[in-house]
């Protein structure tokens, strides 16, 4: 027979021999229950136990009645089915009738509910009642303990009293003590021995008036007997615990003697005291860490000449003994305030089993400081130190000592070091971030003051949130130096949304335009987007030009073209004479799989006849499927004849475009053959093998450089491919170099490469990277870009081919390339070899073994620098590295790591990290510069300090403190500083020629744009600059 309790429509019916029970969920109300009597705005936890039988409670709803039960409306709704109770703010609704529903849902929908069992009241006159009291009869002389049952009944002795028929209360006759809840309450009624027998009443003071219950008063005494309380107690191994021990009746006739039996190995008792003579003694237990644990009855007795005693039987549980500790944590641990200013800093609490509230205490502070911790004591895991000086307090370095104290611990304090500077300096209010937003770009450029006419300072910063119906969007403010509230404020919703900008010179008298788009790519999280471009002008932000990205594309094997919106590939601007020029460009990536391009449109903005213009390009259908796809773009001069193009490298085309009138130069494609060029071979990266596939192919960057002595720019390319790995092509990253001889209007043909990987050195053994770790995702989006175990990896130094590079003092231009083993513990020693940028030869004798090139930093009327991540070996992982500086000598044609003048390493080769900004957050990047992300590539800070150009490094596990130091000499800039980014701080990016002012004397350089939290624990972005003792101050624009 089969059983099939609460079927659901959907599951197979119950046949022989199968049992399905599909109960509903059960629900029980523990409070409120009845009887309580509550106020409007009081806080009420409302409690309930719930259980599902077949896979478990889904969620509850939590109602409220207001009339016994016959409506109810919700309270809340949807919480989890773990949880079991809910923190209820009492409406401002009267009732004498309230009552509390919950109802709980299982995974299949049924549910089951349950309600108070009598009604609660709000405001008004309270439900009380004494239904019973066991006893109900005193007797004269003892102290008694009386059970109250009722409902609404008082929790406080005082609200009892004993008293005659007439009302009036009884002389001797006291309620000691009321514990329990509101419908049962235990009462300690002591009765003096001479009070006389007869009938009275306990009355209780309720809000609604006076609640009677009759009681009676026996002049019948009885024997002495022990009363301890409470009855039963727990207590750590170690620690100690009292019961109050009281004889009633009172023993009249001598001292009395007590005692406790039943004690567990390592505990101890006294009473004090002992012997009593007041009938009332306090029993201390103590017990040892090494007391076993668990739970005895102990038995208590008395003794007097004369008198029997009745003992008494407590409970005493010991638990075991857990070891506790709290250490203090300061971040930042090192401080600098300036007179008449506050800093401060967060105080950690690490605790291990420990959570009793911890008063904090400093000492060391210095005259004139005074400081204040919040909260305290701390309950949680964190307060803030807030330091204050005084407009007058001295000048100087001091220690600070930061203490807590608990009962039954010791805690571990922490140091803290506070300079005390000179300067009146106002708090700088920064540019807020607003709540709920994160931060996309930071931009800066000129603007012309509506009012006088004169050109001002101003940045932008783009952020995006989402709205209360979670539509995204973007806000695009600017600021002017001098004024803390934005001019212009732009707000793009849903699929318009901004995800990037620029400030373009388009006209040539420094009013910059915005450049504002919208980049659709699949690569992140913005494919809800339509790929488009605005350019407003710069005074009221009205869009002057514009225009959506659209390619057509046809299915392989068919005629039927169609428009589609692609993916954005990029903007590039590019100077010529005072006016700038833009390019924008689409990917063609992720939205023509399996499709072939059949046209291309690029786009380019210019100023003419007072007024922005676009001239739009179309590339037609290429042979061999080339087009616009995976595509960089760059600007700059192409061979000796001084005219500025735009270059737009693709997959396997190269297209020379002019800026002005938006028209293709010059075109090439990619040779695949090495030794034999020619027009039959099939458009593939250059010098890819059969390592590679087309399908896998991609580039990682390129650049235009001068690399032979003034003759003009040429294309210098660094291309990569992502094989599919299967087990023919091995899946990694392959790296190359090729030139492009002059190239002359009109001209097409092949890019010729000079070095790849068929030449590489070593290259049988190794395999020379773009980027350590990055694999072919399923999903086809482009590799997450890493540089040793925290950033990205190493060839052509990380994705930054500006800084890889450059003449390294034998006037020629090289090629700084390295390879980076394939895990965190390379199999082999990592190198770095130096090529010749036009013949792609080794300029070295031997490789420099046991580092990873991160950059290449020139030196003002110097050679350039290899910053390298040095001190490694086979089987160690890169977290055993260092920093380095290497130098190039020519005549040993040699790397050689640098020292300081006196002979010794820089200080930074000991637990230093370098700080690596994104090309994201630039400004505007190099025009010569072609990346495949700018998300994704990253550099070295270098500010400039003073007159001295510098590198930014941190100390490891101290990423908010920044070190300085001197390209040339590795000297600390200034001498001995550690600069204090700030509060929760982060930094964005570094731009020169920022003119910032502040209260104190700043050095001249480079700004330091910060993301920070401010003191109310908003986000702001602040402007900063270093003073002459080695501090980074926050400065106006």
Known sequence: MATDINPVAGEPAAGAGRIVINLPPTVLVTAPNGGEVFQPGQPVLIRWDSFDADGGVLRHDVRFSADGGLTFSNIVTGLFGEVQSYNWIVPATPTSQGRIEVIAYDQLGRSGRDRSNGNFAIGGSAVSSITSLQPATLRAGETTQVSVAGTGLALDAFAYQVVSAA?????????????????????????????????????MQSPGGPV???????????????????????????GNVSYQV??????????????????????????????????????????????????????????????????????????????????????????????????????????SNFSAPVQLALSGLPPGVSAAFSPNPVAGNNATLTLQAAPDAPAGNSTLRVDGSATGISIAGVDLALTVAAGTAQPVPGIPIPAGQTLLATRFATRR???????????????????????????????????????????????????????????????????????????????????????????????VQGVTLASTVRPFGSTQVSTINPDFGGMATLRIGSQEYLAVIPQNSFATIGQVVTSTMLYFFRFANGSVQRADFTLGEQPGGATVQRAMLAAGTLGGSGAKSFLVFSKNLLLVMDPV????????????????????????PPGNTVQSTPGGRRYGQFRLADIRGGAGQEILIAAHSLPKPNNSFPEGLHGMYTTLPTIQPGSTGFIQPVWGPPAAPGNSERRYRFFRDATKKPDDRSPELKRLTFANGAL???????????????????????????????????????????????????????????????????????????????????AAGRLQVLRYDQFARALLPMTRANGIPGEFEQGRQPVLLSFRTLDRLPEDLGVSSDRLALFMATPQIGAVRTFLASRNGEPGTLEAYDIDTLERVPAGSRMELGRGSQLLTIVDGLPLTAAETILPGSAFVVQETAADGSQVIRFKRVTPDGRLIAARL
Request: charged residues 10%; glycine residues 10%; hydrophobic residues 45%.
């Open 796 to 878: 052509l130094l990380g994705g930054t081919p500006p800084s890889g590079i450059d003449d390294l003092g034998d006037g020629l231009v090289s090629m700084v390339v390295s390879d980076a083993p394939p895990t965190a513990v390379p199999a082999g020693t990592p190198t770095i070899q130096l090529l010749d940028a036009t013949t792609g030869i080794n300029k070295l004798n031997a490789a420099y073994a046991g580092a990873v090139a991160l950059e290449v930093l020139k030196i003002p009327n110097g050679p350039a620098r290899i910053i390298a991540w040095g001190g490694l070996a086979a089987q160690q992982p890169y």
């Open 449 to 543: 003051n509506a009012a006088n006419g004169q050109l001002q300072q101003q940045a932008g910063i783009l952020t995006q949130g989402a709205n209360a119906n979670g539509v995204r969007f973007s806000l695009l403010r600017t600021f002017v130096e001098g004024s803390d509230a934005p001019v212009l404020q732009i707000q793009r919703m849903g699929s318009n949304r901004y995800t990037d900008f620029r400030f373009v010179d388009l006209a040539g008298n420094g009013n910059a335009y915005l450049a504002c788009v919208s980049e659709k790519s699949q690569d992140d999280d913005t494919a809800d987007l339509v790929s488009q471009i605005q350019i407003r002008e710069p005074q009221q932000g009205a869009v």
């Open 661 to 684: 009138s938006g028209q293709r130069v010059a075109q090439r494609t990619v040779d695949v053959d090495l030794n034999n060029p020619d027009a039959t071979d099939v458009p593939n």
């Open 167 to 203: 009302g009036a209360g009884v002389p001797g006759v006291l309620v000691l003590g009321a514990s329990g809840s509101s419908t049962s309450v235990s009462l300690v009624v002591d009765v003096a021995s001479g009070t006389a027998a007869g009938s009275y009443q306990l009355r």
């Open 246 to 351: 009281n004889i009633s009746p009172p023993v009249t006739s001598g001292s009395v003697s007590l005692a406790v039996s039943g004690l567990p190995a390592g505990a101890s008792a006294a009473f004090t005291p002992n012997p009593t003579g007041s009938n009332a003694a306090t029993l201390n237990i103590a017990t040892g860490s090494a007391t076993l644990p668990g739970t005895r009855q102990l038995t208590v007795s008395a003794s007097a000449p004369g008198v029997q005693i009745a003992s008494a039987t407590i409970g005493l549980t010991v638990q075991a003994l857990v070891v506790s500790s709290c250490t203090l944590a300061a971040d930042p641990a090192v401080l600098t305030v300036v007179r008449g200013q506050s800093a401060s800093s967060s105080i950690a609490l690490m605790r």
């Open 212 to 238: 009677m219950a009759p009681l009676a008063i026996s002049a019948v005494a009885a024997s002495p007997a022990l009363a301890v309380m409470p009855a039963s107690q727990s207590v750590t191994a170690g």
